[in-house]
Structures are given as structure tokens and as C-alpha cells.
Nanobody
Framework: QVQLVESGGGLVQPGGSLRLSCTAS????????MTWGRQGAGKGLEWVSD????????YYADSVKGRFTISRDDAKNTLFLQMNNLKPEDTALYFC????????????????????????WGQGTQVTVSS
């Protein structure tokens, strides 16, 4: 059974840092393209960051570029999102998602990615940035 379980969220002051983790099970993690997304209260879905199989290529939304770093540890079936210099507008439910096609990568850019392109999602971990 495919599972994605996020952790690491919490309450942090502006300018602070958090490291999110997404532990995968039930599928060959190393062969899948993975993405972090977020959704704030009353806001739409925003794709935050991508990482290719093997981790050699990453992409970021303009809103987080230079502050967030995505990585993966295929030996531990875990996806990470290091978030630095957090801002109140980063407050959201963060989740990881598996790109649906084994061994492949999306052709659409991050900001135009559709929900339908992902087949499994985690439950999410809440990040709240507030003083």
C-alpha cells in the first residue's frame, strides 16, 4: 500500500526555519518524481518545489526560491523540504505528492502543474509562521 507521511511542521516565528520530511512506503521511491505543495486557509493549491529521480535537478516556485531547499534520501525513502527565513505568507498545510508516471518527469512547469498529474498525496503537516 502506497503511503506518504509528512512530519516536521509547527509554529515558528518569522525568520525562523523548519525542516519537513515525507516518508514514503509501498512503492520504489527512487523511481518517482516528487513534489511539495501547500495550501493556506482559504487559498488555492500552490506547488512549492520539485525534485527529479536521483535528486540531480530541482525546481522552486518564485515565492520560495532562495529560501527553501528540496532534497531526497532514496536509501531512506524520504523527501525533505528545508525552509529558511520563513514568512507569515508561508503559513499553510504542506504535503508531498508522487508524480503519477513511474520513471518519468512532468512536462508542465511547476506553476502550471495539475492535481491530476499526481496519484498519491500525504495528509500534510501544518506550518504556521507567526510572532
Amino acid at each position: 500500500q502506497v503511503q506518504l507521511v509528512e512530519s516536521g511542521g509547527g509554529l515558528v516565528q518569522p525568520g525562523g526555519s523548519l525542516r519537513l520530511s515525507c516518508t514514503a512506503s509501498g512503492f520504489p521511491f527512487e523511481h518517482y518524481y516528487m513534489t511539495w505543495g501547500r495550501q493556506g486557509a482559504g487559498k488555492g493549491l500552490e506547488w512549492v518545489s520539485d525534485i527529479i529521480q536521483g535528486g540531480g535537478t530541482t525546481y522552486y516556485a518564485d515565492s520560495v526560491k532562495g529560501r527553501f531547499t528540496i532534497s531526497r534520501d532514496d536509501a531512506k525513502n524520504t523527501l525533505f523540504l528545508q525552509m529558511n527565513n520563513l514568512k507569515p505568507e508561508d503559513t499553510a498545510l504542506y504535503f508531498c505528492a508522487r508524480y503519477a508516471t513511474y520513471g518519468s518527469s512532468p512536462t508542465s512547469p511547476l506553476h502550471r502543474r495539475g492535481r491530476y498529474e499526481y496519484d498519491y498525496w500525504g495528509q500534510g503537516t501544518q506550518v504556521t509562521v507567526s510572532s
